[in-house]
């Protein structure tokens, strides 16, 4: 056979081969598009994924429930988010089936909902779950009576039995069978577990009482006690983040000169920067780490984990001095503008761990696709010589690095790492650590531009107002302790977008903007982030605008949130719709509660604005949770944070001057190159019509005025003031003590 006929033959198999694929991409979209339901009018990207599902599902609302009392069906209740690798899972293998839809759409009433717009409803029910099996996780399903009330849940079910799970076919059977046959049985089920979450809410009938530094000294030791002195971290695999955590240690390091406290922070931050859990092309962390050894995530991005984490290493470099600590969080803030930026200001929600390994398969989407590389890959892009040079530093290998893979989706791929330092490898290819620097430096560059030319994880764009006010914070206290105006522009600008697009016109806060759209009630945790978000914005700008509406959502907090019989904050507002039960939550996790938050919102505007409501309600807010927190103090790190701050001792440091003299900047810079966390800082300006402005909101400032026409530092502890001092060493001198 001639070449030119082998040739022929090739080419024309090669073309069958992408005509059936187009065919078959064709054929997908079509199924796809077979079915719609009444999601395709909602906003939320992840209800808008079950769209065409043909589940007939409803969002949470009157209609379905008023069909399923009509009805006379129990509610098949599914929580998840747009970026949830097992959401997609469950979506793909289950509400995408025909024969599976029927049977929901036969027996049940099928409702979705996204827990991070609506994490009222996800909070009930995953404590309901957590009830009924001991864990929870997202997806979230719940079985419920038309009266809101549920009797059974878990988390992910496969479609048919299998991994010794239940599948869930024949649990929408079997509870079909049983509303049918023993529904009695299945109410008094669930009025028993309602009764049990309700009261779970109830504080009233707790002791309380005051908590003093001893409490500081019992959260640690439990922290030692899971801490993984090989690899930081704690507990065992998975492995999360845990950056109030590790603030909360720098704080017990600084407060009791305790060595090991420290060693914990540094060792935890330097793994995970290490690990495959930190994006080194694009900077940013993943999710969690599914080893012990922070080598390989589950490859999601959330906007509240950057703002958390950035925070966390920013208090590392204040505290020890080291630059890598600061280098991280500038990547991070640079992914954040560059990425998850919405043109307007604000910031979205989170980036998925899936993706497709090529454009012309969008749907074969597989988990960290856009991360990981193949060897001869790296090889191509960068030469031999640079291409070895960079898989000897993270760890790459000809056959693939992962050393679990129970999905198969890894196989021959490269998880990048730092698997040897600067040093070890200039060693290993005798050069300078500078030549080795250069070159890590220009590969990761090469890399980063072929990486941007594949398909991209699915972007939830929806912005929250919370977890905005997380990042909001986290920029501008990065803008003063690197000194970086764009972090300071970059905040200012998400807080304009929010003060302008999630503002009621009678000055509420709401809780999430989309295509155009600003909804949904604001919770607590809205309130008390954005909160800190403006007050750390005054501290970066000395704008009093910032501080004046931190002080009137305050006052709004309290009035909505706050329960007057027993202290602390509700969830939800006093006019918000009626769930099963009205909660309130301490337990800071992923995320840190409201409540948390909160304390600390009111005991720094307690010390500037001197209004005493606040500081009051700070140490009944403390009260109120004292008798949870006593119990396991780890796991309310940022309460303890508050709580620190409010023990003191705590420093007010003034500035008197003009903001942008030579000598003001030196004196921010001064304060903010130390680790101080338990201060506030205000600034008096020369000009009477300025400073008259900022006095009525810090009336202590009246009497600290500007001396010898230079920059003046006031340095007081509770009110309680050194000698002025407009000398740069003085005041560092002062900072010190």
Not at 116 to 143: C, H, K, Q
């Amino acid at each position: 056979m001639s070449r030119k006929i082998v040739c022929l033959l090739l080419l024309s198999l090669g073309l069958s081969i992408l005509v059936l694929q187009v065919f078959s991409y064709a054929a997908q979209k079509e199924k796809e598009y077979m079915y719609t339901n009444r999601l395709l009018k909602e906003k939320s990207p992840y209800l808008l994924q079950h769209a065409h599902n043909p589940v007939d599902w409803y969002p949470w609302g009157k209609e379905a429930f008023a069909k399923a009392k009509k009805e006379n069906k129990p509610i098949f209740l599914s929580i998840g988010y747009s970026t949830c690798h097992w959401c997609h899972v469950m979506e793909r293998e289950s509400f995408s089936d025909p024969e599976m839809a029927d049977i929901m759409n036969q027996y049940f009433v099928a409702i979705k909902v996204d827990r991070e717009e609506r994490p009222d409803i996800d909070n009930i029910y995953m404590n309901a779950v957590v009830e009924m099996t001991g864990s929870g996780g997202w997806p979230l399903t719940v079985f419920v009576t038309p009266d809101k009330k549920p009797f059974f849940g878990g988390t992910y079910f496969p479609p048919e039995n299998r991994w010794g799970r239940p599948g869930l076919k024949s649990v929408l059977l079997s509870i079909a069978e049983g509303w049918a046959n023993r529904r009695d049985e299945i109410l008094r089920s669930s009025e028993s577990l309602t009764r049990i979450i309700q009261q779970q809410t109830l504080l009233s009938s707790q002791e309380t009482f005051s908590l003093n530094e001893e409490i500081f000294q019992k959260a640690y030791t439990q922290f030692s006690e899971r801490f993984d002195a090989h690899f930081g971290g704690f507990g065992s695999a998975p492995k999360f983040p845990r950056g109030d955590s590790l603030s909360l240690l720098l704080r017990y390091w600084k407060r009791t000169d305790q060595p090991q406290a420290l060693r914990m922070v540094e060792k935890t931050l330097s793994s995970m920067v290490k690990g495959g859990m930190y994006d080194h092309i694009g900077g940013g962390f993943h999710r969690y780490s599914t080893d012990g050894q922070w080598r390989l995530p589950h490859f999601e991005k959330m906007l509240y984990d950057q703002a958390i984490l950035a925070k966390t290493y920013l208090e590392a470099y204040q505290a020890t001095g080291k630059g890598k600590y600061a280098e991280t969080a500038r990547e991070i803030f640079e992914y954040i503008l560059r990425d998850m930026a919405h043109p307007e200001g604000g910031f979205y929600s989170a980036e998925d761990a899936d993706s497709a390994p090529e454009a012309q398969y969008p749907h074969q989407k597989k988990e960290g696709a856009f991360y990981v590389w193949e060897n001869d890959e790296i090889i191509k892009i960068l030469g031999k010589e640079q291409g070895a040079l960079l898989s000897y530093y993270f760890g790459v290998k000809p056959n693939g690095n992962a050393f679990a893979d129970p999905h198969g989706e890894f196989k021959g791929k490269n998880i990048l790492y730092l698997a040897h330092n600067l040093k070890e490898t200039a060693k290993h290819f005798k050069k300078s650590s500078a030549e080795i620097e250069e070159n890590i430096q220009s590969a990761k560059e090469k890399l980063f531009n072929i990486r941007s030319q594949r398909p991209r994880p699915h972007l939830d764009d929806k912005i929250l107002v919370d977890w905005n006010g997380l990042m909001i914070s986290s920029l501008a206290f990065g803008a003063m302790v690197l000194d970086e105006p764009r972090y300071r522009a970059a905040a200012e600008k998400a807080t304009q977008f929010i003060l302008k697009r999630l503002l009621r016109e009678d000055g509420r806060l709401l809780h999430r903007y989309r295509a155009g759209e600003s909804a949904i009630a604001a919770t607590i945790a809205d309130y008390a982030f954005f909160i800190q978000g403006l007050f750390d914005l005054y501290q970066a700008t000395f704008k009093p605008e910032y501080l004046q509406e931190a002080k009137r959502l305050t006052q709004q907090m309290l009035q909505l949130f706050w329960d007057e019989s027993s202290g602390g904050f509700f969830f939800t507002a006093d006019d918000a719709e009626k769930l099963l039960l009205r909660p309130k939550e301490i337990y800071d996790g992923s995320i840190p509660s409201g409540n948390s938050v909160a304390a600390l919102d009111l005991i720094r505007l307690g010390r500037l604005t001197m209004e005493k409501e606040f500081t009051v309600k700070a140490e009944a807010l403390f009260k109120a949770f004292s008798n949870q927190i006593s119990q396991m103090p780890h796991a309310y790190p940022q309460m303890l944070i508050a709580l620190d701050f409010a023990l003191g001792p705590a420093k007010e440091i003034v500035i008197a001057g003009e903001r942008e003299s030579k000598d003001t900047k030196q004196m921010l810079h001064a304060i903010y190159q130390r680790f101080i966390p338990n201060k506030v800082v205000a600034f008096r300006p020369i000009a009477e019509k300025k400073a008259k402005e900022v006095i009525e909101l810090i009336p202590f400032l009246k009497e600290q005025q500007l001396l010898e026409g230079k920059a003046t530092a006031y340095v007081c502890i509770n009110y309680v003031c050194k000698f002025p001092t407009t000398s740069i060493s003085k005041m560092k001198e002062l900072l010190e003590e």
